[in-house]
């Protein structure tokens, strides 16, 4: 049998590693914004990459996902709760001089609930440790650092529904496992919603832009001690 002589495995890859909207975001966001890490928010600020993931495909399972979540959201209009979910829809934050309008993307807002979820994909093992601290079982500084900054992600998020004229009361946090077995291994966290947290964020990136704007650079500041790749680095 002759062969075609196509590289199907490389064709997949490309597949795979094309630039989606997210690779190709330049200006911070509510995740950056939420980095507990002082070093690197300037970073992010500054648009210095952060270095490749450690697992090959990045975020491309976590956009993959939220991709199936959104089109199952279309496919269940006819579900009260969904009726007028409001999925990935641009929110401003605020603006910066001199760097521009900074916005997010919720991943999904139920208006009639005054309700905000945000998806994030995981594994058994890390949300084993969320769900300690869900518990208020867990003294692991990493997962406690993870989960102050996807608290603070979705407050910013919050923040800025709040500011379009959407209210929202509270807020769920909905972990997927990339290697779960079934429903057991998807770990909710719900509270309410804080705008002094956000608030508190948004003035500490202002405070940092004047800095880094007067002259200061982002390997000036310390980094985080439970920040993972500062204590790699030993940068922390």
Same mark, same amino acid.
């Given at each position: 049998m002759a062969m075609s002589g196509l590289k199907i495995k490389e064709l997949s890859i490309g597949l795979f590693q094309s630039e989606t909207d997210r690779d190709r975001q330049r200006k911070v966001g509510a995740s950056q914004i939420s980095d507990?890490?002082?070093?690197?928010?300037a970073m992010a600020?500054?648009?210095d990459k952060q270095g490749p993931s450690k697992y090959w495909l990045g975020g491309k399972i976590g956009t993959a996902v939220h991709g199936l979540l959104e089109d199952s959201i279309e496919k269940s209009r006819d579900v009260p709760e969904f009726a007028d979910a409001v999925v990935e829809q641009k929110i401003t934050l605020g603006e910066l001089p001199e760097y521009g309008v900074i916005s997010s993307k919720p991943d999904l807002v139920l208006p009639a609930q005054k309700h905000l979820v945000d998806w994030k994909t995981s594994t058994r093992a890390k949300t084993k440790k969320i769900q300690k601290w869900i518990d208020g079982e867990s003294t692991d500084a990493s997962i406690n650092y993870t989960m102050q900054?996807?608290? /603070? =992600? *979705? =407050?910013?998020y919050a923040w800025g529904c709040a500011q379009g004229g959407t209210e929202i009361e509270t807020i769920s946090l909905v972990f997927i496992n990339r290697? /779960? *077995?079934?429903e057991v291994d998807v770990v909710e966290y719900t509270y309410e919603y804080d705008e002094q947290i956000a608030l508190a964020l948004w003035n500490r990136l202002v405070a940092l832009w004047d800095e880094l704007k007067e002259g200061s650079h982002p390997q000036s500041y310390s980094g985080n001690a439970d920040c993972y790749n500062c204590s790699m680095n030993g940068l922390s």
């Amino acid at each position: 049998m002759a062969m075609s002589g196509l590289k199907i495995k490389e064709l997949s890859i490309g597949l795979f590693q094309s630039e989606t909207d997210r690779d190709r975001q330049r200006k911070v966001g509510a995740s950056q914004i939420s980095d507990p890490c002082t070093r690197h928010l300037a970073m992010a600020i500054m648009g210095d990459k952060q270095g490749p993931s450690k697992y090959w495909l990045g975020g491309k399972i976590g956009t993959a996902v939220h991709g199936l979540l959104e089109d199952s959201i279309e496919k269940s209009r006819d579900v009260p709760e969904f009726a007028d979910a409001v999925v990935e829809q641009k929110i401003t934050l605020g603006e910066l001089p001199e760097y521009g309008v900074i916005s997010s993307k919720p991943d999904l807002v139920l208006p009639a609930q005054k309700h905000l979820v945000d998806w994030k994909t995981s594994t058994r093992a890390k949300t084993k440790k969320i769900q300690k601290w869900i518990d208020g079982e867990s003294t692991d500084a990493s997962i406690n650092y993870t989960m102050q900054k996807y608290i /603070g =992600q *979705t =407050q910013l998020y919050a923040w800025g529904c709040a500011q379009g004229g959407t209210e929202i009361e509270t807020i769920s946090l909905v972990f997927i496992n990339r290697d /779960g *077995t079934n429903e057991v291994d998807v770990v909710e966290y719900t509270y309410e919603y804080d705008e002094q947290i956000a608030l508190a964020l948004w003035n500490r990136l202002v405070a940092l832009w004047d800095e880094l704007k007067e002259g200061s650079h982002p390997q000036s500041y310390s980094g985080n001690a439970d920040c993972y790749n500062c204590s790699m680095n030993g940068l922390s």
